[in-house]
C-alpha cells in the first residue's frame, strides 16, 4: 500500500483528512504486531500542544499526529497507538487489558441478524405467534457492567426487540416486551436469550413516515429565507469568521463537532469546546430495563452517527456545509456528506430604546451564527446547536428528537415508572445528561473560576427597611472545592475570570456560565450505573488542563468500572486558581415522556450559555448600522 499520500490538512486542528486515516491505518498495518488482522475503533487526529497552534504560520505544514484504538476479533483489551504522520511510523502504543472499544455502527446489523437466528430466540418469537422473523428488529444497547459473570471480560451488547407491522411502519409502536437477548460483539455468539412474561405486543399502528400521511395540511405558506447579497461569514479551511468571531471548526468520530481556538475581536475566549460525553439512564427497575444506562457519546461515539444534512429539510437558508470523515473499522474512510450546516440566523431585536421626550427610537436587529450538526443514537436524534451572538455570548442548545424509547404494558397499566403514551405502549422516566467540556481562554489561558450568590442583607441598621441584597463572590481556589451544583435559589453563575487583562472599571475580564438545564441524578452514586457516571453528580467541575483528562466519564466508558472519570480526575485536588482551567458543565433533560411525544418527539431542549461580564468595556453593539429591511411588507394597509 501506498503510504505516500498526498496531505491537504492545512492547520493543525483540521480533522484527520481521508488520506490521513488510510495513512495511519497503513502504518499501523505495517508496523505493529498483528497489524494485518487490526479493527480500528477510531482513528483520530492527536491534537497537538497549544504552542504549536500558536505558532502555524498559515500555509506552513504542521506537524502531524493521530490517535489510533486498536483491537482484535479474539483478544480482548484496546491497544491505543499514537503515530506520526509526518514521520510515517507508530510514535508509542498502550495496551489497555480491561478496556472495550465502544461499539461500531457497523455492527449494530450484525447483531440483529446474530440474534435472530438463535433457535431460543425463534422458538421466544413463535411463543408470541410470530413465525416469520423478518419485521423484528433488535436494538443493540450497551450492556453496562452489573458484574454478571458469562459477560466478564465480554464486550457485550443487551437487546431490546420491536416488530414492524409492515416495511415502512413504526416498529417502536410493537413493542416486545421482555424479550431480550445479550450478544458477544466481537464474536457475535448469542450469551442468552430471555422471554419472560406474556404482555401482549401492542399492534395499533402509529406512523409519522410520509407514506402513512393522510392528512396534509394546506394552509401554512412557505418561508423562504433570501440573503440576496450572500452570507456574512467566511470560511477558510475549517477556519471560520463571523462578524468579530473566529474559531476553528474540528471533529472526531467521539465527540462529533468540536470547536477550537475560539476568539472575539482577537481577543480568546475558549481554547476547545464540546459535548465530551452524554448518559441516558432510565428509571424503572423492571424485567431487563435496569439496563439501560447508557453512554451514547462514550459507548457509540456520536461522531459517526451523524447525518447528512439536506439541504431545505435540515437546513434552510443560504447553508455551508462541511464533510465528516470517519474511519471504518477496517482502516478505511467513510464520508458523512454535509455533516456540519454553517449559517446564520435573523434573531429578532438585539436592542431598542424610544426616548419619549425626544420622540426618537432606536433599534437594532439581532442575527446569530451557528453551527450545528443532527446524530441519530438507535430510536433518538440529538441536533447540536452552537450560537454565536453579536454581543459576545455563546449559546449551546441540545434539541432531543426522534422517537422515545418504549415498552409495552397491559392497557391501562404503565406501572410506576413509566406512562401510557398510546394503548399498551409505554414510555419510561429517563434523563439525558451531557458534559459540556469547556477549555476555558479568557484573555489567555492563565484564568480563575468565581461562583457568584445572591443573598439578602441580615436585617438591621444597614438595612432598616429589609429590601437590601447583593451579590456575594467567592475564588474556588481547588479542583474538589470547584465541585458545584447549582443553586436557583442564590441565583448561582459562575464566572471565568483572566488573570492577566483588566476592563476600563478595573474588573478581571471575564465570561459566565449561567446554568440553565441542570438535571438531578437520581442514580445511586455507588450502584452499578452510577459508579460509571459520576460526572452526573455535580453541575460544575473544574480542573487543570490535562490533555490526558478529555472525558469525564473515562477514555474508554464501554463496560467501564467507574474509576476513569470524573470524580477520580479531580482526585488530586489541584489548584484552579491563575491557571490554565478547563471547566466541565454538566446539563440535560429530565424526561417524563409525554403523549405528546408520541408517535414522533417534536424537539425539546437544553443547553447553557456562556456571557461576556466585564470582558468587553460596554455593550459592544452600538457599531450596528440603522436600516430598515427593505423586503419586509406591513399587512395593515394604513401605515
Ligand atoms: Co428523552
Known amino acids: 500500500m501506498n503510504i505516500q499520500a498526498p496531505m491537504t490538512a492545512v492547520h493543525p486542528l483540521s480533522p484527520l483528512a481521508a488520506e490521513e486515516i488510510i495513512k495511519t491505518a497503513a502504518i499501523i498495518r505495517r508496523d505493529l504486531e498483528n497489524g494485518a488482522d487490526a479493527l480500528f475503533e477510531t482513528i483520530e487526529l492527536a491534537e497537538t500542544d497549544r504552542s504549536a ?138 450469551l442468552s436469550v430471555t422471554d419472560k412474561g406474556d404482555v401482549p405486543i401492542p399492534r395499533a399502528e402509529a406512523n409519522y413516515d410520509r407514506s402513512f ?12 429565507v433570501v440573503q440576496p447579497e450572500g452570507v456574512s461569514f467566511k470560511l477558510d479551511g475549517r ?60 459507548e457509540y461515539g456520536i461522531g459517526r452517527l451523524c447525518n447528512s444534512l439536506e439541504l ?19 482502516g478505511g474512510v467513510e464520508t458523512i456528506k454535509n455533516a456540519i450546516c454553517i449559517h446564520e440566523e435573523d434573531m429578532g431585536i438585539l436592542w431598542k430604546h424610544w426616548d419619549f421626550r425626544l420622540n426618537r427610537t432606536e433599534v437594532r436587529r439581532a442575527r446569530r451564527l451557528v453551527v450545528s450538526t443532527i446524530a441519530t443514537v438507535g430510536n433518538y436524534e440529538y441536533g447540536y446547536y452552537w450560537y454565536f451572538h453579536l454581543d459576545g455570548e455563546i449559546e449551546f442548545e441540545m434539541k432531543a428528537t426522534g422517537i422515545i424509547n418504549t415498552t409495552a404494558c397491559e392497557p391501562g397499566k404503565p406501572g410506576l415508572h413509566g406512562v401510557e403514551v398510546a394503548p399498551g405502549v409505554r414510555g419510561q422516566i429517563h434523563q439525558h445528561t451531557f458534559c459540556a467540556r469547556l477549555d476555558m481562554a479568557i484573555d489567555g489561558d492563565a484564568n480563575s473560576v468565581v461562583e457568584c450568590n445572591t443573598y439578602a442583607d441580615p436585617a438591621g441598621p444597614e438595612n432598616p427597611y429589609g429590601n437590601a441584597f447583593r451579590q456575594h463572590e467567592t475564588v474556588l481556589e481547588t479542583e474538589k472545592g ?21 476592563n476600563h472599571v478595573g474588573g478581571k475580564t471575564a465570561y459566565k456560565l449561567m446554568p440553565s438545564s441542570t438535571v438531578t441524578p437520581f442514580l445511586s452514586p455507588d450502584g452499578p450505573s452510577g459508579r460509571r457516571a459520576g460526572y452526573t453528580f455535580n453541575d460544575l467541575w473544574v480542573t487543570k488542563f490535562d490533555p490526558d483528562q478529555r472525558f469525564p466519564a473515562g477514555e474508554f466508558v464501554n463496560g467501564s468500572d467507574g474509576s476513569d472519570g470524573f470524580p477520580s480526575f479531580t482526585s488530586q485536588n489541584r489548584p484552579i486558581v491563575d491557571t490554565d482551567i478547563v471547566a466541565w458543565h454538566v446539563f440535560g433533560l429530565h424526561h417524563q415522556p409525554r403523549p405528546e411525544d408520541w408517535p414522533v418527539q417534536p424537539c425539546i431542549t437544553c443547553g447553557f450559555k456562556l456571557m461576556p461580564v466585564g470582558f468587553f468595556d460596554d455593550s459592544n453593539v452600538r457599531d450596528l448600522p440603522w436600516e430598515k429591511n427593505s423586503a419586509s411588507c406591513s399587512l395593515s394597509p394604513e401605515s
Open 53 to 190: 497552534v500558536r505558532a502555524h504560520q498559515n500555509g506552513a505544514t504542521p506537524d502531524r499526529k493521530a490517535w489510533a484504538n486498536v483491537y482484535h476479533r479474539n483478544r480482548s483489551g484496546v491497544l491505543r497507538c499514537l503515530v506520526s504522520l509526518s514521520d510515517e511510523r507508530i510514535v508509542s502504543t498502550t495496551y489497555h487489558k480491561d478496556a472495550q472499544p465502544l461499539i461500531s455502527a457497523a455492527e449494530f446489523m450484525g447483531i440483529e441478524s446474530a440474534i435472530k437466528t438463535d433457535p431460543r430466540f425463534i422458538a421466544a418469537c413463535k411463543r408470541r405467534g410470530i413465525d416469520d422473523l423478518t419485521f423484528v428488529t433488535c436494538d443493540p444497547w450497551s450492556a453496562g457492567n452489573f458484574g454478571i459473570e458469562e459477560e466478564k471480560g465480554r464486550r457485550i451488547s443487551h437487546v431490546f426487540c420491536w416488530i414492524r407491522n409492515s416495511k415502512l411502519d413504526n416498529h417502536y409502536a410493537h413493542p416486545i416486551e421482555g424479550l431480550n437477548a445479550t450478544v458477544d460483539i466481537s464474536t457475535l455468539e448469542v
Open 213 to 224: 400521511q393522510t392528512v396534509v395540511r394546506e394552509d401554512l405558506k412557505p418561508i423562504d
Open 239 to 298: 477556519r471560520l469568521t463571523w462578524a468579530d468571531w473566529d474559531m476553528q471548526i474540528g471533529f472526531n468520530p467521539r465527540e462529533g463537532l468540536t470547536l477550537h481556538d475560539i476568539s472575539i475581536s482577537g481577543r480568546p475566549v475558549l481554547y476547545r469546546a464540546s459535548i465530551a460525553e452524554m448518559m441516558v439512564p432510565y428509571g424503572s427497575p423492571e424485567g431487563a430495563h435496569p439496563r439501560k444506562n447508557v453512554f451514547d457519546i462514550g
Open 312 to 330: 431545505g429539510c435540515d437546513c434552510l437558508g443560504a447553508i455551508q456545509y462541511l464533510d465528516a470523515q470517519i474511519n471504518g473499522l477496517d
Open 482 to 502: 470547584a465541585a458545584r451544583k447549582a443553586d436557583p435559589s442564590t441565583h448561582r453563575y459562575w464566572k471565568f475570570t483572566s488573570s492577566d487583562r483588566t
